[in-house]
């Protein structure tokens, strides 16, 4: 993950949180001194690219943790079902249920030996790193199943933009969830609010009915 895209998540949280009570990044002189620790924790290595910057779009920006436990999904959920998969129903069953796995599953986060000192540098100071990589695994899972999507050829036009709309709305809740981790704020759960319709719950739920 790169400094800079940090801190401008940090910074833009912030911004839209003015009287929020941060416990550990209190002032932008905090921000500004996680910063320079960032840089300098990777500094013996390339900078990785962001989780959270456009994931989607490029499976060698997907990490391999997250690739396997996609596939992990798709195993289970593929065993699931009993249709035919040539089918548009069961296209839009199995991404439906791959998503709510994607965003349900329990994820054993493991810190890969290069990202020891960002996890140390976090934790240092009182930010769950490994509660924001198991955020950012998840968007990247989402972001390997909207690729998927894409190229099914059973699922109709409206089908993919279903999918990739109530995606999108997913992403966007991980994303703000990472911001709050940032700010020192214990995220809120992802619940499944069926009542509003432009919730991406509401919308994944719908497709097929």
Known sequence: MSSISMIKAIAGYAAINPTADYSHT?????????SQKLQHAQA???VKVD???????NHENVSEQAKALYQDIKYEVRAQLQKNPDTR?????????SIQEIMEVPIKVVI??????EAALFNSLGIDFLAYKELGLRQEMLSLAENDIKESQSLLATDKEDFIDAIKGFTAQLEDQKNALLGGIAP??????LEDRSSPWAKLLSIGQ
């Open 51 to 57: 989780m959270a910057v456009n994931v989607a779009n």
């Open 188 to 193: 809120d759960e992802l619940g499944k609010n």
């Open 89 to 97: 129903t069961y296209e839009q069953d199995f991404y439906k249920l």
């Open 44 to 46: 013996p290595k390339p």
């Open 26 to 34: 209190s002032s932008i002189n905090k921000h500004t001194e996680f």
């Open 112 to 117: 890969e030996r290069d990202e020891m000192r």
